[in-house]
Every structure is written in C-alpha cells, then in structure tokens.
C-alpha cells in the first residue's frame, strides 16, 4: 500500500494551483490512475461517490491527453465508477456539466504551460476541489494491481477502449447557457476575429460569437500545441494582435488559453486587456455587487467604487472560491470573482431581462468575452472606449521560466522575515518602500505608491513578478527591472545563508 502524498513527492507530480501538474514523462499511467482512485476514494469518504456513479471526463488539445484520459478512465471503471468521455472541451464546460449533473468530473489539461508538462483538474459534483479537499486526497492509500503496470510505469496492456466514444452533451449545455442568457443578436454586426491556436474552446467560441449575431473570421489555428499564457502573453501575439486589427477591421480580437478558462481580449486598437481590467468591466457589465480577486490584481477595482466590497485572497480559484462563499454567506449576492489571468468566476444567479445564469465557480473564459461585446453593442462603445472608463492604474506581469521552486522559495522567506533587506534589496531600483503585504509570496508598496509582486508560481517552476503603476510603460518596466533583478537569485552568491 502506497500513500498518494508519497507517490506526489516520489513523482513530483503534486498539487499546485489548479489541481495536479507536472512534466508528462513524470505522468505515468500509475500515477494518473493512482490519483483518480485517490480522488475517487475521497469522495466515497465523504458521501460524494458511489459504485455504479458516472464520472465525466474532459481534457485540452496536448498530444499527451489522450492517454491521460484512458488511464483515468480505467481508474475510474476499477473504482466501480462509470467513466463518461466529454470530449475535448473547455475546462468549465466539464465543471458545468459535472455541477448540472451532480457528478464528479475532471479535466486533463496543462492550461498555458507548455506541452512537455500537462495535469488534471479533479472537480467534486458541487464545485472544484479546494485546498482541504486536496488534503483529503493526499492521505488516500492504495495497491497497485499485479500486471497492470510495467516497471516504468505505463499499463502492461493498451487501455484506450476503456474511454468510451465522446458524448457531445456537456458541450452542447454549455452553449446552451450563454445563448439562453444573452439576447438573440445581441453582437450584430460586430466584426470578431477569433485567435484559434491550439486552443480547446477554438470550436464553441466562434460557434457562439456568430449565433449572437457577429462577423467572425477565424485566424491563427495551429496543430501543435501553443502555451498561450494570458498573465505573459509572447510579443509574437502582441505583433499579431495589431496586425490582424488593422488588416480586418476588427472590432476586437479573442482568445483563450489552452483549456479556455481564461480569455484573451484585444481592442479595436490591437492592444490585449488585462486579465483584472477584464475581470472589472465584466462585473460592471453583470451588475454584481461584491467581488473576490487575488492580491495580485490591480487595486482599479478598489478605485472604481463600483462594488459594495472587494475581498483580496491568495493566488489560485481555490482561494478565490472560497472568498465568493465568505461574500454570499454575509449577503452581498450578486458576488463573482476573477484572477489577473481573466478568468472569471460567477458565485451567485444572475438576472438580466428576466434571464437568469446560473452560478458556476469555476475560471471561465467566454462569459467575460461575450459580457464585454454585448456592453459595448449595448452602450456603443468601443472596447478601448470601455476600458478608459476605468481609472488610470495599469498592471504588468512577467516570469522567469525554469527558476527551482525551492530557490524563490527560500529567498523570498528570507527577505519576508527581514524588512530591512527588502529595503537594501528592492529600495535602490524602486524608491523607498511604504509596506509589505505576505498573503502570496511577496508584495511591496513603494512610497509613490507603485506595486511589485514576486511570487513562485503553483503550477511550474517559475518565478512570477506582477507589477502596478499609473503608465502601463512604467508598470512592464518596472517587470523587467525586477526579473533582471532577482536572476542572480540562481547564483550562489546571491544564495541565502544558513
């Protein structure tokens, strides 16, 4: 018998942000079986799974899916389980069909990282899994089975027809959500060009766009898989953004990341918004009262005066999640949350012209791209229009890939306990330092009140750095001055001492 939490840290595949991730070599077919059994017995601890149970299944475009898929099929089949192909469709497509059904589903994806790594994402038949869920999960023990695996890891036999054919409901109530709630012809006329790349939602996205009413040209697609990362988007993207608005007459340009949870939203301009202006103006634009968003997110959300209150968490949908259910227990309902990458999470009913959406908290990506073009249509406004309607507080986001966990770990402990190192460290570039916040990593407020953020990311080892300032220029480099900064971290000399 094995613990899951050994075989994590024997793996390496462990826990971050968003559900389990790690490089697809350390991916076997053991340990993805291991952890939906994990998975599959935790929730048989606590009511939520039966024998004879359907369990949903859904992944992203990666070459390595596929096979994750088959391997949490078998894994669910042994647990008595009945395994249920969703296809290869959006994260929140899976969370809603899963949340609709009252059935446990989970998703195979990497999200944004690149395609030599991926990850599943365990949903329980109410919502995501949170952090004392994970727990739960990580105490689980089991056996492997005599000759279902080979020393390396891989099933000893092919198991591929263990996922059965794919069933084109949860796709098929996904879009039923979005075109029962916005009205018929709500973006008519409006000219959207859909960035395809490798992404999941690459098919729904202009399926919906044009059946509320919009020109749609589709651009970009891609057969190999592309890490779209909304929080760090490549300046090949940016080149593109701007060329293709200007060739087409866009509009604005839209996207998503990998497993279209989080969007990507450019302008009339070519200009890409970000993820926690996006966040704002789709509350704005859904009348929602109050608001959880991470401490990363730009404080415009506080400036606006918009919402009767803002609750700042740590990084990741569990935290967040778990602030929207603080928000509707004191009674502030309509309440949502959205992360600095876009997504958007809808934590009560809304009701729009005697339409009704329901909750769904989980990152989504369409509903902000669908509540910003139909504000505008709305309102006649341009996207750009829109977004200065905000006040003048810009952000910027940036990492350094391959940076050891471990490492910014233990530096930026150090300099947490030491406020006079953070001084030393961070004054010289940035000015004289006004406050620390500790909730995620690193987060200081230098006396002109300018922002840097420094924090390891959850889900693969880089360091992240999130920047705020009153010009976007100043905000991205501010980034890069702080990760050309913090590179010396790798050598020894800038090492900590013990």
């Given amino acids: 018998m094995i613990q899951i939490s050994d075989l994590m840290a024997q793996s390496g595949v462990s826990f971050g942000t968003s559900g389990a991730r790690g490089l697809v070599s350390q991916m076997t077919d053991w340990i993805c079986y291991a952890y939906t059994r994990g998975f599959l017995a935790y929730l048989a601890e606590i009511g939520a799974f039966n024998p004879g149970m359907p369990v949903g299944i859904g992944g992203d475009l990666r070459p390595s899916t596929p096979r994750i898929m088959a391997a949490c099929a078998r894994a669910i089949a042994d647990a008595g389980g009945q ?160 060329a293709w608005v ?83 227990d004191a009674g502030y309902a309509p309440v949502a949350g959205y992360e600095a990458n876009g997504g958007f999470l809808l934590g009560s009913a809304i009701g729009q012209g005697g339409r009704v959406l329901e909750a769904l908290p989980t990152r989504d990506a369409l509903l902000p791209i669908l509540a910003l073009l139909a504000e505008c249509k709305r309102r006649r406004l341009r996207l750009s229009e829109l977004r200065n309607e905000l006040p003048p507080r810009f952000t910027a986001s940036d990492r350094i890939k391959d940076f050891p966990t471990q490492l910014s770990q233990e530096r930026l402990a150090a300099l947490q306990q030491d406020p006079m190192a953070i001084e030393s460290e961070f004054g010289a570039v940035f000015g004289p330092l006004a406050g620390v916040d500790t909730t995620d990593g690193l987060r200081m407020t230098f006396a002109n009140g300018e922002i840097l953020h420094l924090r390891p990311s959850g889900n693969a080892p880089e360091l992240r750095a999130y920047a705020e300032s009153d010009s976007p220029e100043r905000a991205e480099a501010m980034v890069q001055l702080a990760l050309a900064h913090v590179k010396c971290w790798r050598s020894e000399v800038c090492r900590p001492r013990h």
């Fill in 83 to 242: 395994p249920r192909n969703l296809g290869q469709i959006p994260s929140p497509a899976v969370m809603l069909y899963g949340f609709r059904n009252r059935i446990p589903t989970l998703m195979v994806t990497g999200s944004h990282i690149p395609d030599d790594r991926n990850g599943i994402k365990f949903n329980l038949p109410t919502g995501e899994v949170l952090k004392h869920d994970e727990a739960g999960i990580r105490r689980q023990r089991l056996e492997q089975l005599p000759g279902l695996f080979n020393p390396e890891g891989s099933f000893a036999v092919d198991q591929s027809a263990c996922l059965p054919q794919p069933s084109p409901e949860a796709l098929a109530l996904y879009r039923a959500r979005y075109l029962a709630f916005f009205p018929a012809g709500c973006l008519s006329d409006l000219r959207i060009g859909v960035y395809e790349h490798s992404s999941v939602a690459r098919e729904p996205l202009p399926e919906l766009l044009a059946a509320l009413g919009a020109q749609i040209l589709r651009l970009g697609r891609s057969e190999s898989f592309v890490p779209v990362d909304t929080e760090a988007i490549r300046p090949e993207d940016e080149a593109l953004a701007r």
């Fill in 246 to 328: 200007q060739e087409y007459r866009l509009a604005a340009l839209v996207s998503t990341d990998g497993d279209g949870d989080r969007p990507l939203i450019a302008d009339e301009q070519g200009q890409w918004l970000r993820g926690d202006v996006i966040g704002v103006l789709c509350a704005r634009a859904l009348g929602i009262r109050a608001l959880a968003t991470p401490i990363s997110s730009n404080t415009l959300v506080e400036r606006c005066g918009a919402f009767a209150r803002v609750l700042r968490t740590r990084i990741g949908s569990p935290f967040v999640i778990e602030g929207m259910q603080t928000l509707n």
